[in-house]
């Protein structure tokens, strides 16, 4: 038990942080959620690959890989309210693990747990040229994903499951500041986790800001019509978890609180948007023992229709 | 030669009833600020009856719509689209003596 308890932990981070990072559809942040409009009876079409390698240098000498594709589709039911639906699919999730037995490999893949959520506008204040905008979001993750799979040493741990078989909720306010040259986003989210067979992801909190500053066109004076734009994208995120409920108590050797940076670069033209972004641990806090983020990077597009 | 003075005069009538059929609106869009977010912009007018192109101007902050003769895009209709689209009518005007091009969809 001891033994799967880390890379258990680590699954279910990796999971938690990708469905909360698909989110975004608009021009806005590549990790998370934005507060720009989306029309009235428009569709926002996303897909983001995230390749996410995780490791420790401990005598089990883990490894966990993820790679999965996070599509979203969005709509604009008024042009205050918005919904979202995110399916990620994983291509692989792995293990491996050093053990009395040698080193084994564990893994998985498959559409994991689905999550529908809506935004409304709240507030918004426009200006020639600008505008600023302050949007709560809530929703609810599905428990669509395989969360018995096995192999040929057994079930798999829990958190290697593309699903966790339980429903989550998850509800927070993101803002946005957009001026024709950079682009400012805040998002303070919080998820709760349900409980499924005995167990539950910690809840988790989250504080997510995003700078997007144009460095093409350099400048828009006498630049006619809608050209396209290139940013420079510096995000941050903050993610703090509890500990993980197992039976009638917690896991000690989990939850805790990780900041990562991430740069990257983003082109947007009318109607297409290419991104790309790794993100890098600055600073990680866990309970107990823990894998350390070793990067994520994101690349993807967005299409409006 | 005959045949090319025709195809000219052709082409000239062609031209002058555009000019007169269409007629071109200026929006002042507040919020505006991306290419990408310019869209839905163009997707609410184009839903306008009448409507045959719309061109969305980020730096400038307007809208240049097209309408089919006869038709007009009040100001009232104007507010509604860009509304719907999630931003801020600043100002609406009619752009005389100017033509619109193909459909902007």
């Known amino acids: 038990m001891g033994s799967s308890r880390y890379p258990v932990r680590a699954s279910l981070l990796v999971g938690a942080l990708l469905l909360a990072s698909v989110y975004t559809v608009q021009s806005a942040p590549n990790t998370?959620?934005?507060?720009?409009?989306?029309?009235?009876?428009?569709?926002?079409?996303?897909?983001q690959l995230v390749l996410r390698e995780r490791s420790d240098n401990g005598p089990m000498d883990r490894d966990v890989s993820v790679q999965a594709l996070g599509s979203v589709l969005g709509y604009g039911v008024t042009?205050?309210?918005?919904?979202?639906?995110?399916?990620?699919?994983?291509?692989?999730?792995?293990?491996?693990?050093?053990?009395?037995?040698?080193?084994?490999?564990?893994?998985?893949?498959?559409?994991?747990?689905?999550?529908?959520?809506?935004?409304?506008?709240?507030?918004?204040?426009?200006?020639?040229?600008?505008?600023?905008?302050?949007?709560?979001?809530?929703?609810?993750?599905?428990?669509?994903?395989?969360?018995?799979?096995?192999?040929?040493?057994?079930?798999?741990?829990?958190?290697?499951?593309?699903?966790?078989?339980?429903?989550?909720?998850?509800?927070?306010?993101?803002?946005?500041?957009?001026?024709?040259?950079?682009?400012?986003?805040?998002?303070?989210?919080?998820?709760?986790?349900?409980?499924?067979?005995?167990?539950?992801?910690?809840?988790?909190?989250?504080?997510?800001t995003s700078l997007q500053y144009r460095i093409w066109p350099r400048s828009m004076k006498g630049v006619p019509g809608s050209p396209s734009f290139i940013y420079a994208l510096l995000e941050s995120n903050v993610i703090h978890r509890e500990r993980d409920e197992l039976r009638?108590?917690?896991?000690?050797?989990?939850?805790?609180?990780?900041?990562?940076?991430?740069?990257?670069?983003?082109?947007?033209?009318?109607?297409?948007?290419?991104?790309?972004?790794?993100?890098?641990?600055?600073?990680?806090d866990f309970n107990g023992d823990a894998l350390e983020d070793d990067y994520i990077v994101r690349v993807g597009f967005r299409r409006s229709f | 030669m005959i045949r090319k003075l025709t195809l000219l005069l052709a082409a000239l009538i062609t031209s002058i009833t555009v000019l007169a059929a269409d007629n071109q609106y200026v929006l002042g869009v507040d919020g505006l600020a991306c290419?990408?977010?310019?869209?839905?912009?163009?997707?609410?007018?184009?839903?306008?009856?009448?409507?045959?192109?719309?061109?969305?101007?980020?730096g400038e902050s307007v809208v240049h719509v097209t309408m089919q003769e006869g038709k007009v895009l009040t100001e009232d209709r104007a507010r509604q689209a860009v509304d719907e689209a999630g931003f801020t009518l600043r100002s609406y005007s009619v752009a005389e003596g100017r033509t619109g091009g193909g459909n902007g969809q």
């Not at chain 1, 400012?184 to 167990?199: C, I, T």
Request: with cysteine; charged share 25%; aromatic share 12%.
């Open chain 1, 32 to 47: 998370f959620n934005t507060a720009l409009p989306v029309a009235e009876g428009q569709y926002l079409w996303r897909e």
């Open chain 2, 35 to 58: 290419p990408f977010c310019g869209y839905g912009i163009e997707k609410r007018l184009n839903k306008v009856d009448g409507v045959t192109d719309v061109q969305v101007d980020v």
């Open chain 1, 248 to 284: 009638s108590g917690t896991d000690a050797d989990s939850g805790g609180t990780q900041w990562l940076l991430a740069p990257g670069l983003q082109y947007v033209s009318r109607r297409w948007i290419v991104e790309g972004t790794v993100q890098l641990p600055v600073a990680e």
């Open chain 1, 79 to 208: 042009s205050k309210l918005a919904v979202f639906g995110v399916v990620p699919y994983f291509f692989n999730k792995e293990l491996d693990v050093t053990t009395p037995m040698g080193r084994i490999e564990r893994n998985t893949g498959g559409f994991g747990d689905i999550s529908l959520f809506g935004r409304y506008t709240l507030y918004k204040k426009d200006f020639t040229g600008s505008t600023f905008r302050i949007a709560p979001v809530f929703g609810l993750t599905a428990p669509t994903g395989d969360d018995n799979d096995r192999d040929r040493l057994g079930e798999l741990p829990r958190p290697l499951q593309t699903g966790d078989g339980a429903w989550d909720g998850f509800g927070g306010v993101v803002t946005t500041y957009q001026t024709l040259q950079y682009q400012v986003d805040g998002q303070l989210l919080y998820r709760e986790n349900g409980r499924h067979d005995g167990f539950a992801r910690g809840d988790e909190t989250r504080f997510d």
